[in-house]
């Protein structure tokens, strides 16, 4: 840990520890025979003889979190971010001066799983000269592999799952004091834990908020009900205060968040059933209710969004708050797999094609200009060519216009591991392709259409290095570059650009003459003083970065 010495003396001298960490040092400071539980004694016998180390008095931690993985492994690392920080602890750009490591895994891809192998393989070497580097695994992997990783790098000293993340100040107390490698990765199922990251995400125009947690679904690919649980859910009321908090910190755009994030249901009970809600339908939720509350109770909300719902849930009244609800942004993201209704059984999906074409074109009957993206997977247990050919069909159909598209990997734990594996590799990189091909050609042609047109964009911050651009979106989920605003302060405020190109993948765009007038200037900041360079003091660690955020 950060800025240790040598500790001599008896336990009483451990004032340092006192007021570091006063949940360990309430344990020590307990008498033994006022212990209550074998957990407690344990403790405190096993930190009856000093520590090797201990803290310098005035000396702050300091921690850095990568993230590997989807929109939910960056909101878990935000709200790690947040009980490190309430915690004491200061953030380190530059891992190699982090007392505190953490990395924050995705297991849904094998690629992702590969990734935090190298990391954690970089790392452990850099310990072997630096051991007082805590190195922590969380997230998914952390919850899949659990006792294994020790096994695995002898460099972990700390496995935690994504429901524990409340503990990692504690736990990490009680690596400082000299504790092994520690393993928690236990499911908060009675009593589910939701923790905010007010301070991290009201620090940017767009937020996300967690509304649930778990899946209960079973589809045979996925590894999320293994390592996220079951489906558990947050009270309405709790989310309106959270994003009311969020909006008055200037927060535009929230995004929910849950792995089939439109199954909500009020755990409170407090919803009003919505319209077009049928209580004999097996796919209705309370989603639809709690997006009309949110509209309902937080006016200054600009742009609502969610992401990932299931096709099942779908339903009339999800489609009728669509129809009814302007914050809504026109945008939705919903996964279909494939195409082919043979794969869709096997995958365990509960919907067939038609029922998909049938939801999707529903809810754009009622929305014509909404955009629809998709997840698809290629190269499925037992898919042929035929089949394959049946999601290119039904790509061009529903005219989605953007997909994530990956190739099968099995996955531990998950009912598709007992089919055969069948499918070659270079086949599935081959279908890949060919499917990246029709999407690039359903997102071009829609792109050159908007050449010309006006269109309303949230402008998130500053765009490429090296150009004087900001970056924004529309409600339709396209990325615009807003250019010819040098001077002008745009960040968290939505501007009426023109559209004057198309890229591969987005939008070039100049303010209208309106949005140029309303603007507001750019705050002058006087400049700082030039100082010559310091020199580095003896023994201080020069700034290395050696490990680069990524995704999986």
């Known amino acids: 840990m950060h800025a240790r010495r040598a500790c001599k003396g008896p336990r009483a001298a451990w004032t340092t520890e006192e007021r570091l960490f006063p949940a360990t040092a309430a344990i020590i400071a307990a008498p033994l025979a006022r212990c209550n539980s074998h957990e407690s004694k344990k403790r405190v016998r096993a930190l009856a003889a000093p520590p090797p180390f201990c803290y310098m008095s005035g000396a702050m931690p300091r921690y850095a979190i990568t993230t590997f993985g989807c929109q939910m492994n960056v909101h878990d690392s935000e709200r790690m971010h947040e009980v490190l920080r309430h915690a004491g602890y200061t953030e380190s750009d530059d891992p190699r001066a982090a007392d505190v490591v953490v990395l924050n895994t995705c297991s849904v891809r094998e690629k992702a799983e590969q990734k935090l192998l190298s990391e954690v393989g ?14 922590v695994v969380a997230g998914c992997v952390a919850q899949q592999e659990g006792e294994r990783l020790l096994t695995r790098s002898s460099g972990i000293d700390l496995v935690l799952g994504p429901d524990n993340i409340p503990e990692l100040p504690r736990l990490l107390d009680d690596i400082g004091l000299g504790a092994p490698p520690l393993v928690r990765t236990v499911f908060d199922l009675e009593a589910p834990r939701f923790l905010t990251a007010l301070s991290v995400a009201a620090s940017a125009p767009t937020a996300f908020v967690t509304i649930m947690k778990g899946c209960n679904e079973r589809c045979s690919f996925c590894i ?90 779908l339903t009339p009244s999800l489609i009728e708050a669509h129809a009814d ?34 939801r999707v074109g529903s809810l754009v009957a009622r929305l014509p200009d909404l955009s629809l993206s998709t997840d698809i997977i290629v190269g499925f247990p037992g898919e042929t060519e035929d089949d394959f050919a049946a999601t290119l069909s039904l790509v061009r159909e529903v005219g989605f216009r953007g997909l994530f598209g990956f190739k099968y990997s099995q996955r531990p734990y998950t009912p598709a591991r007992k089919l055969a594996d069948d499918v070659p590799e270079a086949e599935k990189s081959e279908r890949l ?52 605003a040098e001077g002008l302060d745009l960040r968290g405020t939505i ?54 955020a990524g995704g999986g």
């Open 325 to 358: 609800l302007s914050v809504l942004a026109r945008h939705v993201h919903l996964p279909v797999q494939s195409g082919s209704d043979r794969i869709l059984k096997r995958m365990i999906r509960r919907y067939t094609r038609a029922e998909y074409v049938a």
């Open 122 to 135: 970089r790392l452990a070497k850099w310990k072997q000269t630096h051991p007082e580097m805590v190195l």
């Open 224 to 313: 999320v009900p293994y390592t996220r649980g079951p489906e558990r859910y947050r009270p309405s009321a709790e989310l309106v205060a959270e994003i009311a908090g969020l909006v008055e910190a200037g927060v535009r755009e929230v995004t929910l968040l849950g792995q089939t994030v439109n199954s909500y249901r009020d755990p409170s009970s407090e919803l009003l059933r919505a319209p077009g809600a049928s209580p004999d339908d097996p796919d209705e939720s309370e989603f639809a209710a709690l997006l009309r509350r949110i509209a309902a109770e937080v006016p200054g909300l600009v742009r609502l969004r969610y992401t990932s719902p299931h096709p099942r849930h």
């Open 433 to 484: 392709a060919r499917l990246f091909e029709v999407s690039e050609e359903l997102l071009g042609a829609h792109l050159q259409g908007l050449v010309g047109s006006r269109q309303r964009v949230l402008v998130e911050g500053a765009g490429k290095e090296g150009t004087n651009a900001w970056s924004g979106r529309t409600e339709r989920n396209e990325i615009v570059h807003v250019a010819g």
């Open 495 to 548: 501007v009426e650009v023109v559209i004057t190109r198309a890229n591969k993948h987005s939008l070039q765009a100049e303010l209208s003459d309106e949005a140029r007038a309303a603007a507001k200037p750019l705050p002058v900041v006087p400049a700082a003083p030039v100082d010559a360079p310091k020199p580095r003091a003896a023994g201080e660690r020069r700034s290395l970065p050696i490990v680069a």
